[in-house]
């Protein structure tokens, strides 16, 4: 499988402040834990001033004891729907529904602001091959991957951004992390609506030259892809991410071509083999000699 991201880098000892940066938190949370925590609060919210209302009376209308009455008033206190049949009687009961009716306000507002902000925020969806081949090209040992932009609209003004990250040893022995860019044969493109096969040369002066899966395994390595562009919808900086492992790169093989003439002289691209690869003549050494 492929990955979207960098290996996870455990922070021991760093300090942990979730609730002092919480509106990126919200941002970076998925949808599912995002509704869930709303829910939790909104339950919990309720269920607190629900106690309230019980332990302070004062909510005519209401069932004595009852708290399915109590939390349903809340409910309608903390929305300001208000029906009219259970209504406040009393200073502390008043002052509760003040208290409610203000947290409501408060909550909706910010609570549509995280939404607003996270439905705005333009996102990518680029679709990265699964594998990455090591193959030969124009005679040329080549890294190939694959990218293709899984929308209907188009990217203007896409960069392409690669480095291999690995452990190395210093003169002293000490290790380190290092990372070493990767050139491509393009690494700019005007649009991006269809297909991009992004290929790396191998030559001497490539961080990859003379490199084997054991090898790459020993120095722990990774290869970190990013693009960047403009979304033309949004007129916004969007970007995309993807990493290699050194499992996940193929030697003597080759992607499957995607594109498509169709008979009305349009290009169209096959997603269905969009992962897939095939052998390849054995030119190159998967493993050291």
Known sequence: M??????????LGAKRRPLSDFYHLTLTLSWAWLLAIVVALYLLGNLLFA?????FGGVEGARPGSFTDAFFFSVQTLSTLGYGKLV?????????????????????????????????????RVLFSNVAVVTVREGVPSLMFRMANERANQIVDVKLRAVIARSERTAEGEVVRRFHELHFAREWAALFSLSWTAIHPITPQSPLHGMTTESLKAQSAEIIVLITGVDETFGQEIHARFSYLPDQLLWNARLVDVMLRLPNGRFAVDYTHFHDTVSDAPALPAKPA
Request: charged share 10%; glycine share 14%; aromatic share 10%.
């Open 88 to 124: 406040p009687t009393g200073l502390a009961a008043n002052i509760l529904v003040s208290a409610e009716a203000l947290c409501g306000l408060l909550g909706f507002s910010v609570g549509t602001g995280f939404i607003f902000a996270r439905l705005s925020r333009p996102s990518a």
């Open 51 to 55: 106690l309230g209302y019980l332990w």
């Open 2 to 11: 492929g990955r979207t991201s960098a290996s996870p880098v455990l922070r």
